[in-house]
């Protein structure tokens, strides 16, 4: 997905991201999130999210090693995954936190609310 939101003042604002989600065992599913998680790519952030962290999913795990920038609209996102998941009783891990994400979950000190593990087969293996 490419946005593109209305330009202002005569400028384009381009935001390349992208959410592919698959399902890696029954009731297990990885969200593959890349490119830029900001204002102008948060609703389909949030869409990929609210479809992944839903029933019958026992486990989510959202991968953001691609992620090359996450905001404050980013981290609500990540926010909102971490919520859903308790409100269903799934399990939920964030896989290959870069420095865009990891900067961030540092600062605002969120970091410390989420699983985290380098790859998809260390989360697998101990969750």
């Known amino acids: 997905m490419t946005s593109h939101p209305e330009p202002r003042d005569g400028e384009m ?6 959410a592919v989600t698959e399902e ?7 969200v593959r999130m890349s490119g830029e998680i900001d204002i102008a790519s948060t609703d389909f952030a949030a ?3 609210r479809a992944a ?3 019958p ?10 992620v090359t920038f996450c905001s404050s609209a980013g981290l609500g996102n ?6 859903l998941a308790g409100e269903h009783n799934i399990s939920l891990a964030l896989v290959g936190v870069g420095r865009p994400v990891d900067r961030p979950l540092s600062i605002t000190g ?6 985290i ?4 087969d260390e989360a697998l293996a101990q969750l």
């Open 13 to 18: 604002i381009r935001t390349t991201f992208d």
């Open 24 to 30: 890696l065992a029954p009731d297990v599913l990885l």
């Open 47 to 49: 869409e990929a999210i």
């Open 53 to 55: 962290v839903a029933p």
């Open 57 to 66: 999913a026992r486990l989510v795990l959202i991968d953001v090693s691609a």
């Open 78 to 83: 990540l926010v909102e995954a971490r919520n």
């Open 110 to 115: 969120l970091g410390g609310q989420f699983q």
């Open 117 to 120: 593990y380098s790859t998809v």
